[in-house]
């Protein structure tokens, strides 16, 4: 179960064709904070690790900002990972069940960022019709 602000408490659903929806971090859509862990001083530019205990989930939206399209799925990402070329995805089958973000995601220690709920992946060619949701996050670094 997950409560999200403006979303009260819903059961798990299965995502589905031709819905709306909103990506969540931490429990929140809007006005979302990010810890990171990077120990010494954060100069411009630097990455690291997040810290543990953050979550990811998805919540039916009446008018969500992301429309699933054909799609059965939705991933989620960090738009800026810098861990490799293609970003760690968590895959979403199913409406408000909160997944844990990888500490192996390496985004940058202090600063704004992205992440991105699309039910097509990183990279992919999908079939028209689908629409991403776009958090705005702002990382704070707890390791200073």
């Not at 819905?19 to 931490?26: R, S, T």
Request: hydrophobic share 40%.
């Amino acid at each position: 179960m997950l409560f999200a602000a403006g979303t009260g408490m819903a059961e798990a659903s299965s995502v589905r064709p031709k819905q709306h929806f909103e990506g969540v971090v931490n429990g929140r859509t809007t006005d979302v904070v990010v810890h990171t862990a990077c120990p010494g001083p954060a100069t411009g530019g630097r990455t690291g690790p997040l810290a543990g205990r953050q979550s990811m989930a998805v919540v039916r939206a009446r008018n969500g900002a992301g429309y699933t399209g054909p799609f059965r799925q939705i991933y989620g990402w960090f738009a800026q990972d810098a861990s490799s070329s293609t970003p760690t995805q968590l895959t979403f089958t199913s409406y408000n069940v909160k997944q844990a973000i990888p500490s192996s995601i390496r985004v940058p220690c202090e600063g704004d960022g992205q992440v991105q709920f699309s039910s097509c992946p990183f990279g992919a060619p999908c079939a028209a019709g689908f629409v991403p949701d776009v958090v705005d996050v702002h990382f704070v670094n707890i390791a200073v």
